[in-house]
């Protein structure tokens, strides 16, 4: 997560910096990183929920401004989608099964739905948001609202990218040396047709650091509430604290966590491109997470030692390819890049030469690489499937090898109930309620306390018929037991008896 949050830092702080040159980039990600944790440190979750409906808003409002400007300059939305067709950058449907090809359908649909499915049921962030709900209704509508918002988020984000290129189709800035680097394809755009309008260029500017800073203020403060929480709380110095002395260490935490981004931020710079970059480090840590989850809820045999087991191998791998695939950086082939649309006025400073050369370089496909280096070559969007496939498979391994979990009546409430079902079905058992030590001694307790209670009610019924006995036999009368509000007996006995 940590990993995460610097890349995440570093992206707003380059397009910034591509924006406006003289705003360097290391002032940038301390000004952003620090105003982050500040807010979110000091406010909590509800600063951070209010924070992220407004930029939120920013972000939809700077996508869609894109959107906007970049078809007007182009003669209409649908210039944009038909040069975007012409140029084969529009594929919707590639059924292939190649996990070494960087985006295909079935990658994007296993491995980023997996993805999705950890990251808005297991990974604290959000998990943290629902506990916050008052029930279990509101928090089932506030994700069945979530997801459409997130579905417009990703199809405006497309939609402006589309929009980028149409304005970029034939004349090409990576090519032509104008940028350095891919990521600064939206903010030279954006510095070229904005600066003109006014109001533009800040609120492409506002919409950058908005996401920036709502998935920084959530994600610092889910790592303070987990350090809390699992590794603080029990401690008897945390533990004897007042509630405003917990506050002011959640808030110290938050700091901390902070500046850790914040140079996380500095070292996101050398790991080449910022989407792959997020979503492979992301990626490789939420495969595993929703692996135990799995576990958990549909798998009841296994067992702690498997859960851990599985959890760390998992991580051990996706972190190793990830990390891998960062540190070789090879090129991913990319289609053809055009710069014969050009004018004659951006030839006369660019050497044509050198934009003839990098556009074959482009174009040309990269070496292989070795096959001890080939795993790191897989597409970065099958991380977490990856992830969660092996966290299974090593946490049932292990489970079975050190002895299964048996499920009884007790844990049928955690497991699904079309596993419990099936499990009943075929494994042909009706969980006889077996003793266990605890319930045995209380039984045993309880055994003795009864035998005591009838051994003293028997001697009382004892020492009872001894007194009438002898009452009987001094005046000839029984003695009568009155009403239960008179307890005395019956007058016909003398005083002296």
């Given at each position: 997560?940590?990993?995460?949050?610097?890349v995440?830092l570093?992206a707003?702080?380059l397009?910034l910096?591509?924006?406006?040159p003289?705003?360097?980039?290391?002032l940038s990600l301390?000004?952003v990183g620090g105003c982050?944790s500040?807010?979110?440190?000091?406010?909590?979750?509800k600063?951070?929920?209010?924070?992220d409906?407004?930029?939120?808003?920013?972000?939809?409002a700077?996508?869609?401004?894109?959107?906007?400007?970049g078809?007007?300059?182009?003669?209409?939305?649908?210039?944009v989608?038909?040069?975007v067709?012409?140029?084969?950058?529009?594929?919707?449907?590639n059924?292939k099964?190649?996990?070494?090809t960087?985006?295909t359908?079935?990658?994007?649909f296993?491995?980023?739905?997996?993805?999705?499915l950890?990251a808005?049921?297991?990974?604290?962030?959000?998990v943290?948001?629902?506990?916050?709900?008052?029930?279990?209704?509101?928090?089932?509508?506030a994700l069945?609202?979530?997801?459409p918002?997130?579905f417009t988020?990703?199809?405006?984000?497309?939609?402006?990218?589309?929009?980028?290129f149409?304005?970029?189709?034939?004349?090409?800035p990576?090519?032509?040396?104008?940028?350095k680097r891919?990521d600064q394809?939206?903010?030279?755009?954006?510095?070229?047709?904005?600066?003109?309008?006014?109001?533009?260029?800040?609120?492409?500017?506002?919409?950058?650091?908005s996401g920036?800073?709502s998935t920084l203020?959530s994600?610092?403060?889910?790592?303070?509430?987990?350090t809390y929480?699992?590794?603080?709380?029990?401690?008897?110095y945390?533990?004897?604290?007042?509630?405003e002395g917990q506050g002011?260490?959640s808030k110290v935490i938050?700091?901390?966590?902070?500046v850790?981004?914040?140079?996380?931020?500095f070292?996101?710079?050398k790991?080449?491109g910022v989407?792959?970059a997020s979503?492979?480090l992301?990626?490789?840590v939420s495969?595993p997470?929703?692996?135990?989850?799995?576990?958990g809820i549909?798998?009841?045999f296994?067992?702690?030692?498997g859960?851990?087991?599985g959890?760390?191998?998992?991580?051990?791998?996706?972190l190793?390819?990830s990390?891998?695939?960062?540190?070789?950086?090879k090129?991913?082939?990319?289609?053809?890049?055009?710069?014969?649309?050009?004018?004659?006025?951006?030839?006369?400073?660019?050497?044509?030469?050198?934009a003839l050369?990098?556009q074959k370089a482009f174009?040309t496909?990269p070496?292989?690489?070795?096959?001890?280096?080939?795993?790191?070559?897989?597409s970065y969007?099958?991380?977490?499937?990856?992830?969660l496939?092996?966290t299974l498979?090593?946490?049932?391994?292990?489970?079975?090898l050190?002895?299964?979990t048996?499920?009884t009546k007790?844990?049928?409430?955690?497991?699904n109930?079309?596993?419990?079902?099936?499990?009943?079905?075929?494994m042909k058992t009706?969980?006889?309620?077996?003793?266990?030590p605890?319930?045995i001694?209380?039984?045993?307790e309880?055994s003795r306390?009864?035998?005591?209670?009838l051994?003293?009610?028997?001697?009382?019924?004892?020492?009872?018929m001894n007194?009438?006995q002898?009452?009987?036999?001094k005046?000839?009368k029984?003695?009568?037991?009155?009403?239960t509000?008179d307890s005395?007996?019956?007058?016909s006995?003398?005083h002296?008896?």
């Amino acid at each position: 997560m940590v990993m995460y949050m610097g890349v995440v830092l570093f992206a707003p702080s380059l397009a910034l910096n591509a924006v406006i040159p003289s705003f360097p980039i290391w002032l940038s990600l301390i000004i952003v990183g620090g105003c982050a944790s500040v807010y979110t440190s000091i406010g909590g979750l509800k600063a951070v929920v209010w924070t992220d409906v407004f930029q939120v808003i920013m972000m939809f409002a700077g996508l869609l401004a894109m959107i906007i400007q970049g078809s007007i300059i182009v003669g209409g939305f649908g210039n944009v989608v038909q040069t975007v067709s012409n140029h084969q950058r529009m594929e919707f449907f590639n059924f292939k099964f190649e996990p070494f090809t960087r985006h295909t359908t079935f990658n994007i649909f296993f491995g980023q739905g997996i993805y999705w499915l950890g990251a808005y049921g297991c990974q604290q962030t959000t998990v943290q948001r629902y506990c916050a709900m008052k029930t279990l209704r509101e928090a089932t509508i506030a994700l069945l609202i979530t997801g459409p918002i997130v579905f417009t988020n990703v199809v405006l984000a497309a939609l402006a990218g589309m929009a980028i290129f149409a304005n970029y189709a034939d004349c090409d800035p990576l090519t032509l040396g104008l940028i350095k680097r891919p990521d600064q394809i939206a903010p030279y755009f954006v510095s070229e047709h904005f600066a003109p309008i006014s109001g533009l260029m800040g609120l492409f500017i506002a919409c950058l650091f908005s996401g920036a800073l709502s998935t920084l203020s959530s994600a610092i403060n889910s790592i303070v509430a987990v350090t809390y929480e699992d590794f603080l709380k029990d401690y008897s110095y945390f533990k004897n604290m007042t509630e405003e002395g917990q506050g002011h260490v959640s808030k110290v935490i938050g700091l901390i966590f902070g500046v850790i981004i914040i140079i996380m931020g500095f070292l996101s710079g050398k790991l080449g491109g910022v989407l792959p970059a997020s979503l492979a480090l992301n990626g490789s840590v939420s495969g595993p997470l929703l692996g135990v989850f799995v576990l958990g809820i549909l798998i009841p045999f296994t067992n702690k030692k498997g859960a851990l087991a599985g959890m760390a191998v998992g991580h051990f791998i996706t972190l190793y390819i990830s990390v891998g695939s960062l540190i070789i950086a090879k090129r991913n082939p990319t289609l053809p890049f055009r710069v014969d649309g050009c004018s004659d006025d951006i030839w006369t400073n660019i050497n044509r030469t050198e934009a003839l050369i990098r556009q074959k370089a482009f174009s040309t496909p990269p070496p292989d690489v070795g096959w001890a280096l080939k795993i790191h070559t897989i597409s970065y969007t099958l991380y977490p499937l990856i992830g969660l496939l092996v966290t299974l498979f090593v946490a049932c391994t292990v489970s079975l090898l050190t002895g299964p979990t048996v499920l009884t009546k007790d844990l049928e409430k955690y497991i699904n109930p079309w596993v419990v079902y099936a499990y009943r079905k075929y494994m042909k058992t009706d969980y006889p309620a077996l003793p266990t030590p605890s319930t045995i001694e209380m039984d045993q307790e309880s055994s003795r306390a009864l035998t005591l209670s009838l051994s003293n009610d028997l001697q009382i019924s004892s020492s009872i018929m001894n007194l009438h006995q002898e009452v009987r036999d001094k005046s000839g009368k029984i003695p009568v037991q009155q009403s239960t509000t008179d307890s005395t007996y019956d007058k016909s006995i003398t005083h002296e008896q």
